[in-house]
């Protein structure tokens, strides 16, 4: 998804990536957690060099990863709750896209995504228990906690 964001003219097929992932172990469609954030950057190689992944370990170095990111053009791919507001639920990726203040709402952060898990973009506030940073640092997912990923567009 995030390839294909970036690099429209040529896009790959997500069934060949799904193909690939599963024929090298990165994915394992019936065991959690399916996919793990280093498997992400293993399947990521295989596509392009271009890219820059990490962790955040606080809600401000997140807030400023994805200003920064963003403002360059890059999504950012982070690992979140499936449910926000629910510690317990699944882990999986999402495509964050851009950020916006809500003058409406004393200035609340929203931050845009697109979920992959029901092909929709969403909207959700940064903060609070169902916020995205919640949702990003307590996930279960190996690595997860803070985990992003960026493919950059070419310059």
Do not use: C
Not at 38 to 52: E, F
Not at 73 to 83: A, H, K
Not at 124 to 135: C, V
């Amino acid at each position: 998804m995030a390839y294909n964001y970036i690099y429209s003219d040529t896009r790959i097929n997500e069934q060949a990536v799904i193909e690939y992932a599963i024929a090298e172990g990165y994915f394992t469609e019936y065991f959690e957690p399916y996919t793990s954030p280093a498997s992400m950057v293993r399947i990521t190689q295989n596509y392009t060099n271009d890219y820059s992944s990490g962790a955040v370990k606080t809600a401000d170095q997140g807030l400023m990863l994805l200003l920064r990111t963003l403002k360059k053009g890059d999504p950012v791919i982070i690992d979140i709750l499936d449910r926000l507001g629910d510690a317990n639920s699944a882990a999986h990726f999402v495509l964050v896209t851009g950020l916006s203040i809500d003058s409406n709402r004393n200035d609340e952060i929203i931050i845009h995504y697109n979920d992959p898990f029901t092909g929709r973009n969403k909207s959700s506030n940064w903060s609070g228990e169902k916020g995205i940073w919640y949702a990003w640092e307590n996930n279960d997912d190996p690595g997860g906690s803070g985990w992003w990923l960026v493919i950059s567009s070419p310059r």
